[in-house]
């Protein structure tokens, strides 16, 4: 490929906004970002993130347009004095900001459908750098925009998720497409990648289960990604090499083979959308009793379209009384074994399944901390419960390692994994 070719199928991301730096919002933008031009040959190789600094942006700006031919930039579009990027990128680019008739009736009109009318704020968002192209924002107010600078396509986009994807999909890959098809086509791939979510092994257990799948001189990167949810497993192709279906097949067919039980999900699926689609399938019904999740499993499960049909109930029963009080367990269980452990997690369930009347129960106890650990309960133990009202409930212990949040997303995954093999395995008696 001539040298001069190759920028245009290396991008970058710059996420803008102060609030990605001090912990406040993480960018989710960048993996949809990249997922999508993926799709369409371009690989993204770089991600920066700046605060809401003009020179900041322009500085980022200037750095991305000397290593990728496409730059896809999020935030700072909005109507509060904090958003400068049309100002950073008028500015860097030797650009005059201008009122965009296209620009300026679009976000009126999309106003007037909400009852309102453009604040002095909000008319800062139809100022377009001169030459840049108006990408139209079908869901929200801010318009974007695209303009030609230094071999570069610069292109800028609102940072809310649901306005960026809309844009991306309806108007940023068509207009990439436009403009760069002579060199995408036929001299690119698609980039393909293949997911698999698993929970229950460490990210070490599962790059010992796949070594030695991706052997020397194949095209596909293999990628590995820890989380409380569990490790995720990442095939992707490699630019401008064509790998076929069959041969990427065969490698998720391995992936499959080797990880086995330990693979809940593929591609966009969560471990919530497993279990809801399971108990459907087998007409259950679900009540929840959860102690140191606080809801947590309640709010993924509900969180699935349709989940009305398993979800019944759900109680949180953080103190021993609310245990005894709301589920029946029994104080001198409490007092005997204490709150969290193995019998308590099992009357929970049994409790919340007999006073729901569904068809199964399910609880979790355990010490979130940072606090309230003792030596022969330190934090991170948890116990998950379930009962079918058939023989004995089943109880699990766990330790977990991390902060509070981290403990009780680990304990949510844990009771909903328990859950989903229970259904697998009751399906297939």
Known sequence: MPPGLQRWFIAE??????????????DSNSLFIADRLGGNGIEVRFKSIVGDHRADIMTA???????????????????????????????????????????????????????????????RQALIPSGAVVLPNPVGSAPGFALLWKRA?????????????????????????????HVLTPRSHPIQRSVFHTWGLSEADVDTKLHGLITAGTPVDLGLLASPMGVLVSLTTKPHHAVGRTGLESLEQAVRSRLGEWIFAEGQDTMEAVVGRLLSKHTLTIALAESCTGGLIGHRLTQVPGSSAYVDRGAICYSDRAKTDMLGVPAELIARHGAVSREVAAAMARGIRERSGVSVGLSVTG???????????????????????????????????????????????????????????????
């Not at 896809?72 to 030797?94: F, K, N, Y």
């Not at 292109?155 to 760069?180: K, N, S």
Request: with cysteine; hydrophobic share 40%; net charge positive.
């Open 13 to 26: 991301t710059i996420a803008i906004g102060s609030e990605l730096l001090v912990g406040g919002r993480s």
């Open 367 to 429: 010490i979130a901390g940072p606090g309230g650990a003792t030596e022969a309960k330190p934090v991170g133990l948890v116990y998950v419960g379930l009962d079918d009202g058939v023989g004995e409930p089943l109880s699990k212990e766990f330790r977990f390692h991390g902060d509070r949040l981290t403990i009780k997303q680990r304990s949510s995954q844990a009771a909903l994994d328990l859950l989903r093999r229970w259904l697998i395995e009751r399906g297939n008696r």
């Open 153 to 181: 396509i610069v292109i800028a986009l609102p940072g809310v998720p649901r306005e960026m994807e809309a844009m991306m999909e309806g108007t940023v890959i068509p207009f990439l497409t436009e403009q760069l098809g």
């Open 61 to 123: 700006i200037h750095t991305a347009s000397r290593r990728a031919g496409v730059i896809v930039m999020t935030g700072g579009l909005g109507p509060t004095i904090d958003d400068c990027t049309r100002e950073a990128v008028a500015e860097v680019t030797g650009r005059r900001l201008a009122r965009r008739k296209a620009a300026f009736e679009g976000m009126v009109a999309r106003l007037a459908q909400w009852g309102r009318t453009p604040n002095k704020g909000q008319l």
